[in-house]
């Protein structure tokens, strides 16, 4: 009976469409600051409609609300040090279990420690779900160097723009909502440095956790996004994880 109503094509087609809006894409973004995880998410995000979850977004959500651990998140960050796993972890499972995140997610900027990349594998164990495919951005320092410390943010409604790069029609102005832009003190070339120590330290074995069971991708983002894009959906295409 199933198979002869799948030689229709027609039911077939509704078939198949069924099958790709049911399933999951769960993929996981690493790589340095700087090499630009969120805006492909972002973009991934608009085109397959399912959510970008960002630990870095959350903190600093927390950290605007005002509150007592917003101040302690904010020193941490200032700081350039990773915030403890209980809290990042706390923060991520509830957001992980909004109605939003059942069709897919991408994640960035979680896990960053191989802590946090067990805590993932055993939440997904239990809702049934799996990661599949982590994307490894590299580009040399340099390159992320001059990205990072050129980076403005509005303090408003969060849009990033670049001195160079992505220039406001005013200057240190938001086209969208005339908010004030600012570096951010984590975008500081001491802080960076900081960072990337620690992220050589604390996320390669989320590297080496991945690779273990042969999920990672390398892509190279010292290009333009114009060329990084197209070879995210080609790589996701060529996994057979987007048709
Ligand atoms: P991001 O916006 O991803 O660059 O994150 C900014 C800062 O938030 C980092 O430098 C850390 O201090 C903190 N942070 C974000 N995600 C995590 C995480 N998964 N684990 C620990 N700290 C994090």
Redesign the pocket.
């Known amino acids: 009976m199933f198979f002869s109503i799948m030689q229709n094509p027609m039911i077939f087609k509704t078939f198949e469409l069924i099958v790709f809006q049911a399933s999951f894409l769960n993929l996981v973004f690493i790589g340095k ?1 700087g090499v630009g ?2 805006t492909y998410a972002q973009r991934l995000k608009t085109e397959f409609g399912i959510p970008q979850i ?7 959500e927390e950290i605007k609300s005002g509150s007592e651990l917003g101040k302690k ?1 904010e020193a ?2 200032n ?7 209980e ?3 706390k923060m ?1 499972e509830k957001r992980i279990q909004q109605g939003d995140a059942e069709k897919g997610f991408i994640l ?6 191989e802590n ?1 990349a067990k805590t993932l594998d055993s939440l997904m164990k239990k809702t049934r779900k799996k990661i599949d495919l982590v994307l490894n951005f590299i580009a040399p320092d340099k390159v992320l160097l001059e990205r990072l410390t050129g980076r403005r943010q509005c303090r408003q409604c969060g849009t990033i723009y670049h001195i160079k790069n992505v220039r406001p029609k005013i200057d240190g102005i938001c086209d969208k909502c005339s908010g004030q832009l600012y570096q ?1 003190d ?1 975008d500081k070339e001491e ?1 960076i440095r900081k ?1 990337w120590g ?1 992220y050589e330290k604390q996320t390669k074995p989320v590297l080496s956790f991945y690779k273990k069971q042969k999920k990672i991708v390398e892509i190279d983002a010292s290009k333009e996004v114009s060329e990084i894009y197209p070879n995210i959906i080609k790589t996701l295409k060529s996994k057979k994880i987007i048709g």
């Open positions: 600051q995880k969120g960002s630990t870095g977004d959350l903190l600093r998140l941490i960050m700081s350039g040090s990773l915030v403890p796993d809290i990042v972890i991520f960035d900027g979680f896990p960053r420690t946090q951010r984590d802080a960072r620690l």
